[in-house]
């Protein structure tokens, strides 16, 4: 029941006013291209504690370790070499630690998709290479569902 003297209309135009206060005060959402740089800085500072916010664990290390060699290995233990790969003197951290790293352009691919260009150029001998980080934006951030290296 609405107040003598106060229209419907007032009401649903109060509502609307506040629902794009509220909308206005949250914080927007990080564009995949600085997710990917976020991701990038935490690892080579080694100051991630928990890379989960930022990739797909099940499938950035079901791709990464998809070599015959690797065939007999079970997902959890391909995840957990991934995980040790990221952290400490891991592999993947001790490259990204020496390479000079320039997150480039991302393009979207549709609404809920992403790549991002990545290029690693090595310090020593100045040779470049290309990868395309995948992103899919879930629970309204993007994270990495793969790397795919040129």
Do not use: H
Request: aromatic share 10%; hydrophobic share 45%.
């Amino acid at each position: 029941m609405v107040a003598p003297g106060v229209s419907r209309g007032w009401i649903i135009g109060l509502c609307l006013i506040l629902a794009a206060a509220i909308a206005a005060c949250s914080p927007p959402t990080p564009s995949p291209r600085e997710r990917v740089l976020e991701f990038v800085r935490l690892i080579q500072s080694d100051s991630l504690p928990n890379i989960m916010p930022y990739i797909d664990l099940d499938s950035v290390a079901a791709y990464e370790y998809a070599d015959a060699k690797y065939d007999s290995l079970p997902l959890p233990q391909k995840k957990q070499r991934l995980l040790d790969a990221f952290a400490g003197s891991g592999e993947i951290r001790a490259n990204w630690a020496r390479a000079q790293i320039v997150v480039n352009e991302e393009q979207f691919l549709d609404d809920t998709s992403a790549s991002v260009e990545v290029s690693f150029i090595d310090r020593s001998t100045r040779i470049q290479y290309y990868s395309q980080f995948l992103m899919k934006k879930r629970a309204a951030s993007w994270i990495i569902t793969d790397f795919q290296i040129n």
